[in-house]
Nanobody, 133 residues
Framework: GAHLVESGGGSAQAGGSLRLSCTASEFTFADSDVGWYRQGPGNECELVSMINRDYTTYSTDSVKGRFAVSRDNAKATLYLQMNSLKPEDTAVYYC???????????????????????????WGQGTQVTVSS
């Protein structure tokens, strides 16, 4: 079946950078809307950034100017370049995809529950990002 596999998480100092990658298989990545969610300690699942199949993008206000979402359809890979990291960026980051054109990006509650629900077609397993001050 379809898969999304994240990589690139880890630890960084405040002000540092990390790049997350998410590689897709078994579905037509180029025809999909894809994006990144995160869930930090005590927080709900939050849509961080997404990039549609037509390359339009969205980012939540707290990461604008610091994070950049991009995609390489030839490699079926989604990226999140995270610069000027802050301790409040500490979270588990998940990539997600909507290839059925009927997805709901308005996730509520925990990302782990959303992964099991009907919001979107596919989720990655999550990768931890920890930013220390």
């Amino acid at each position: 079946g379809a898969h999304l596999v994240e990589s690139g998480g880890g630890s960084a100092q405040a002000g540092g950078s990390l790049r997350l990658s998410c590689t897709a298989s078994e579905f037509t990545f180029a025809d999909s809307d894809v994006g990144w969610y995160r869930q930090g300690p005590g927080n709900e699942c939050e849509l961080v950034s997404m990039i549609n199949r037509d390359y339009t993008t969205y980012s939540t206000d707290s990461v604008k100017g610091r994070f950049a979402v991009s995609r390489d359809n030839a490699k079926a890979t989604l990226y999140l370049q995270m610069n000027s990291l802050k301790p409040e960026d500490t979270a588990v980051y998940y990539c997600a995809a909507d290839y059925g054109l009927g997805g709901n990006w308005g996730v509520k509650g925990a990302c782990s529950d959303a992964r099991l629900g009907k919001y979107l077609d596919e989720w990655g397993q999550g990768t931890q990002v920890t930013v220390s001050s």
